[in-house]
C-alpha cells in the first residue's frame, strides 16, 4: 500500500517562493511515475508537473520557467520549487504517484494548501 504525504504549503507573498515535497511509502518509488496536481474549490483539477522515474520532466504552460519538479529515488521524495508566485497559483497542490507499467491503482497525497498573497 502506497502513502504519500506532501509538505511545504504555506501563505507568500506573491513573487515569493515555496518548495512542496512529497515522500512516498511503500513501494519502490523507482517504479513510479510522480506528479503534482493543484485543485482551487469549485474547479477542475490542474496536472501542473510529471517527472518519471527516468527523470523527465513535463509541465503546465502557465508553471514552466516557475516551477521545477524533481525526485530522489534514495529519499523516495518528489520536489516542486516554485518561484514567482502568483496569486492565481493558490490551490491546494496535490502528489500523485502512478506506475510506470500504468498496472495497478494509481494513489494521492492529502494535499498542501498554497496562498499567495497579492
Known amino acids: 500500500q502506497v502513502q504519500l504525504l506532501e509538505s511545504g504549503g504555506g501563505l507568500v507573498q506573491a513573487g515569493g517562493s515555496l518548495r512542496l515535497s512529497c515522500i512516498f511509502y511503500?513501494?519502490?518509488?523507482?517504479?513510479?511515475?510522480m506528479e503534482w496536481h493543484r485543485q482551487v474549490p469549485g474547479k477542475q483539477s490542474e496536472l501542473v508537473a510529471t517527472?518519471?522515474?527516468?527523470?523527465?520532466?513535463t509541465y503546465a504552460d502557465s508553471v514552466q520557467g516557475r516551477f521545477t519538479i524533481s525526485r530522489d529515488n534514495a529519499k523516495s521524495t518528489v520536489y516542486l520549487p516554485m518561484n514567482s508566485l502568483k496569486p492565481e497559483y493558490s490551490a491546494v497542490y496535490y502528489c500523485?504517484?502512478?506506475?510506470?507499467?500504468?498496472?495497478?491503482?494509481?494513489?494521492w497525497g492529502r494535499g498542501t494548501k498554497v496562498t499567495v498573497a497579492s
Open positions: 500523485h504517484a502512478s506506475h510506470l507499467s500504468r498496472a495497478g491503482p494509481d494513489y
Open positions: 511503500g513501494s519502490p518509488f523507482a517504479m513510479y511515475v
Open positions: 517527472v518519471t522515474p527516468g527523470s523527465s520532466t
